[in-house]
């Protein structure tokens, strides 16, 4: 199986910021990448998909990049309905697996 | 608008199956491939299955194989999953969702819209 390793585990941010977080997979998955943001008790929310291509309805504030093993996913001018867990799912094989998530907090 | 809905879950002991529904609303299930995505509480996500729109190419976690039984409705724009032999470490919230098509060999799917959960809890 594919593992997916997400970092920063948890990341300290405030209202305005700009961060960055980061995801490697263990082998080659191309651009078979896509990001998720989940809010406590909440189904997730598809953000990106193909690494980089925004889900329809998606702010441009989000935005995705890299192939291969390495992406990243950035978000700008950070809002409080920002703050959540965000995960990332490579679906280049199978089992599809996902990252273990990065949890965006209010410094 | 896209809607999914998932019902069915529920309080069940070790041993014993139960049956997922997810409705769809805003399309079609027949176009779609639709996946299952579990979460054990506090925990983080986890992906259990793929079926194709056709209905005939299917994917599933190995963790999940031999136990769990996916089909689609298309009459009633209803997904199913039954899952057997439960286990304490099945529980959690399992979302359906649907998956736009890759085009290649295999066909690969990303997922778009999400439902909102359904709770299972195995305990004796």
């Known amino acids: 199986d594919i593992q997916m390793t997400q970092s920063p585990s948890s990341l300290s941010a405030s209202v305005g910021d700009r961060v960055t977080m980061t995801c490697r997979a263990s082998q080659d998955i191309r651009k078979s990448l896509a990001w998720f943001q989940q809010k406590p008790g909440k189904a997730p929310k598809s953000l990106i998909y193909?690494?980089?291509t925004l889900q329809s309805g998606v702010p441009s504030k989000f935005s995705g990049s890299g192939s291969g093993t390495d992406f990243t996913l950035t978000i700008n001018s950070l809002q409080p309905e920002d703050f959540a867990t965000y995960y990332c799912q490579q679906y280049d094989s199978y089992p599809y697996t996902f990252g273990q998530g990065t949890k965006l907090e209010v410094k | 608008q896209v809607q999914l809905v998932e019902s069915g879950g529920g309080v069940v002991q070790p041993g014993t199956s139960l049956r997922l529904s997810c409705v769809v609303s805003?399309?079609?299930?027949?176009?779609?491939?639709m996946h299952w995505v579990r979460q054990a509480p506090d925990k983080g996500l986890e992906w259990v299955a793929v079926l194709a729109y056709d209905g005939r190419n299917r994917f599933t976690a190995e963790s999940l194989k031999g136990r769990i039984t996916f089909s689609k409705d298309n009459s009633k724009n209803t997904l199913h999953l039954q899952l057997d032999s439960l286990r304490p470490d099945d529980t959690g919230t399992y979302y359906c969702a649907r998956g736009r098509v890759v085009v290649g060999a295999p066909p690969r799917y990303y997922v778009d819209y999400w439902g909102q959960g359904t709770q299972v809890t195995v305990s004796s």
């Open positions: 193909a690494a980089s």
């Open positions: 805003g399309f079609s299930v027949g176009d779609y491939a």
